[in-house]
């Protein structure tokens, strides 16, 4: 077997070096340095290939920065944080979507969140950032499903807890202010955890309990790990909750609008109770009557106090607003008749530290701002129409106001919450 | 004398302070004097938006505004099929809430806590109707004076001389529904009359047959089939078969309570079997069309479609025929 011929490399062999140095033709000469050129020309198209391959990576991961730049959640513009003394309409800023069908909406103390309660979808309270629009949470009362609540106004008070009327529970849902619940107000003048505490009157402290109205009890159990057991809850129809307002000086003001019974009930503070619960001082103070006279309502949808302490119900099925003396005597109405103040059908209101009640007009698809300040309220102005566009409304429900410069709407059948400023 | 004086005192008393409750035909609906300013409510003279005047462009918005979920200006929720001021256990067979009690005629978005498996649309979008057309089992167009159904087709804003502010006139059908007296507020006791059937037919004009033994007589069988007869009393029986009549006693239903469909007087009308509003009635098997749930024969259900029956599957056959 015989072994092939091997070309060895020539520094491998020492003996090629003694071979006769042959002599070049100009032509291999110059084959030679094409080939060197072609070599080079190869390797410099490489070093571009790279070069171009590298500048399309950095392309690619520039572009793709620069899309997260531009898509990135941005604060929302900046507002004016106090305006006073303005005798001008208020401007559309931006809307914020995300909402099914709002009907309530405040404010957090702090003016970083909107608590928004919805009348479609899952009828939840949803909690938005105020700067960028995002959501931040749902809530709604523990253990009921969709059709068993329907949310309508909410009002937050200096501590930050937000108290929600519900027209199908009957009764006023009382959460922190991240949505967790705290207790129910069944009725003017029992919490739920009073009621509680009454039948268990060794309940222990980690104890959860909610109501139900569909239920006719509430669902309560020992502890986190402990079985739910449901206890009845005698009929609470004394009264059927719907405006809720919480004055700057804590006075909470509830609208009953229970059939033959429409009044206004005032509590002077509803403060902590033991635990989460809440604990009613007294019985409310309460005025008004159901009709269409002086001193009469039909549906008041909310109620709310001026710096005076002077009272204002928004009196929706009569579309006027009634003011009461800060005693609770009947003084005047106003908001009737013809002219650019008068209210079609009159629904959720706020009235801002300069004493500017701003009411939605849901029908008019419009707010109405009357200066209260003085003896004799005077029409302002009236801000935003009919239809879906930018400052337009489509059945607003209500408002709500940061200081005095910031106004927030539910826009009903817009599915939004639009952003007014000065 | 001192004690007749008394008590006709103590009755003027009351007479004049406890407050009337609005009824239907009242409140914003009717009773208007010379100088109200509740037209403004909903109209502009000069400026509007909608036909009839309206100030909105959507009439169900503009209702639902007082008769939505939240029932902000009314108790009657006509979205989830609730009135919200009374303790019924009426005819429905499930304990309605101490404040919640169920709408006679339903609910278009939920009924009784769940959502609604079909309910009439009354967006302003609907231009067509079961048995609008030559036959029974088939969709013909409608043409409303309105042009699509909305609430106004059916009720009159304004009032009406009907029960429930129903329209004199529906699709140029002359409706007449005796009142009754609704400041009673009577929400457990359905009070049809025997005009109620002219005012579903009015859209659903084939479904209007009246004609004795309908069921089995040819003369009704080219308008799409033999039909149940309506507008019929409910002791009806025919060819001497004694089961054709309706039992008396109802049925139970569940909960041990019984469940009584609601006549016209001593007839059978549409609402006897249906819920105009919507209902939440569940339809399975042989009622949803079959074991497929395609549901091939005209006018057949499907599974989501319970064609606005008040009770499951075929429940209201059984109430009556109790087979």
Known sequence: MSTPPQDNPPGDNPAATEQPVRTTSPLQSALAQARLRLAAVLANRRLKWIILASLMVGSVVFGALFVQYLTRPEPLPD??????????APHYMYSIYGVD????????????RLYATETNGNRLVKILSADTGKMLGTFGPPLTNVGERAPIYVSVDAAGR?????R????????????NYLDTMLGPTTALSAYIASVFTDKPKGAIYYYNNFEQGAHYRASAGSEWITVPVPVQNAWSPMGINIAPNGKVLVTDVRKGQNQVLVYPFIP???GNSIAFPSAPQSFGASGTGDGQFLFPQDAMVDSQDRYYVIDGNNSRIMMWSSSMQFQYFFGTGTGTGALNLPRGAFIDPNDRLFVVDAVGQNVKVYNVAGNQPVFMYSFGDIGIGDGQFNYPIDVALYGTGTIYIA???????????? | MIKIVIVFAAALFFSLTISSVASANGGPHGGYAPATDACAGCHRTHTAEGPQLLIATSTY???????????????????????LDSRSTSTNAITSTATNGYLLAGGFTMYKGTAATSSHDVSGSVTTAWGNGANRGVVGSLALARGGLDCASCHDPHGSTNYRIMNNVVNSVTISMAQVDESVKDYDTEHWSTGQSDLCTACHATYHVTTAGSGSSASVATAGGYAHRIDMPYSYSFNNKTNVNPETIGIAAGGGTTYTLPLAGTDVVCQTCHLPHGTSATMSGLAAGGATGSGTLPGNTTATDSALLRLNNRAVCETCHQK
């Open chain 1, 79 to 88: 507002m004016l944080k106090v305006a006073r003394n303005v005798s001008y």
């Open chain 1, 101 to 112: 069908g709002p009907v309530g909406i405040a404010v957090s103390p702090d003016g970083k």
């Open chain 1, 162 to 166: 937000v108290f929600v009327t519900d």
């Open chain 1, 168 to 179: 199908l529970q009957h009764a006023v849902f009382i959460y922190d202010a991240e949505g």
């Open chain 1, 272 to 274: 902590a109770g033991t």
């Open chain 1, 411 to 422: 826009d009903r059948d817009n599915n939004r919450i639009q952003v007014w400023s000065y």
């Open chain 2, 61 to 83: 918005g503009l209702c639902m505004t007082c008769h939505g979920s939240t029932t902000g200006g009314a108790d009657t929720n006509v979205q989830d099929g609730y009135f």
